[in-house]
């Protein structure tokens, strides 16, 4: 990804974010094949010197350019410790606040609305394979790397105040942004620093290993011992059933 600033003769604040992601051609759907290619030790697998050009030929590369409303010092991007948590982009605005920006907001794959997502790249080989599997090993399947589950293309990124996480705090001298890692796979801290120093947690994809602030850990304890009590008492009369079912049949 890179990050470009707007000519600053025309007077504009805004600035300009162009994304740019890579995808491999090939993919390996057909797991049976991998497993035996694995067990056959194909050239493929064993090979000492493997390029992803030679074998999926050249890579997929989607480019988007985004136009944002504020200007900006410094950014950087969400990590944790597993990389399973999509990776939201956190910046420092030019009145030193901290801004992050959903990763669904700023993707390469986010269509536009002029070119609707309708074709499945599936249905071609699914065709194929109807007709006999000769030809379904002959089909290219072209991939489809726009997606409906982003939203549709805007050029300009819109504002949402609900996404400051430094909220009202009026802070000085930010210029740098660092984020970190941390145990929970869903939270990533953020350190922002200048003449001020500010740091917080967020969630990128919500909490989702977290139990929230509210949740009634009474009641969670009260079930758990509800269902020890039911589990002593059903191994009692089980025990009390097999001890006279061995005396009637003795």
Not at 182 to 199: A, K, M, Q
């Amino acid at each position: 990804m890179t990050f470009q600033f707007v000519n600053p003769t025309t007077g504009l604040s805004q600035q300009e974010i162009t994304v740019i992601e890579m995808f491999s051609k090939k993919q390996e759907d057909d797991t049976q094949k991998l497993l035996m290619d694995y067990w056959k030790s194909s050239e493929r697998i064993t090979s000492d010197h493997y390029s992803s050009f030679t074998e999926e030929s050249q890579p997929e590369i989607l480019s988007e350019s985004y136009v944002l409303p504020f200007s900006v010092k410094a950014l950087a991007l969400t990590k944790s410790s597993h990389h399973i948590t999509g990776r939201s982009m956190v910046l420092i605005t030019g009145d030193s606040k901290v801004y992050t920006i959903p990763k669904k907001m700023y993707s390469a794959r986010r269509p536009h609305p002029e070119v609707p997502v309708t074709y499945d790249p599936n249905m071609s080989i699914v065709d194929a394979i109807k007709e006999g599997l000769e030809e379904a090993d002959k089909v290219e399947i072209t991939p489809q790397l726009k997606s409906d589950k982003f939203p549709q293309y805007d050029p300009v990124l819109p504002q949402f105040n609900t996404k400051f996480v430094s909220y009202d705090l009026q802070l000085i001298g930010l210029d740098s942004v660092e984020t970190f890692s941390t145990r929970l796979e869903s939270t990533s801290i953020v350190l922002s620093y200048g003449h001020d120093i500010y740091c917080t947690r967020i969630t990128p994809d919500n909490r989702f290993d977290l139990l929230d602030e509210a949740f009634n850990f009474k009641l969670l304890f009260a079930g758990i011992a509800v269902l020890l009590v039911a589990n002593f008492v059903a191994a009692y009369f089980m025990k009390q059933r097999n001890a006279k079912k061995a005396f009637l049949t003795f």
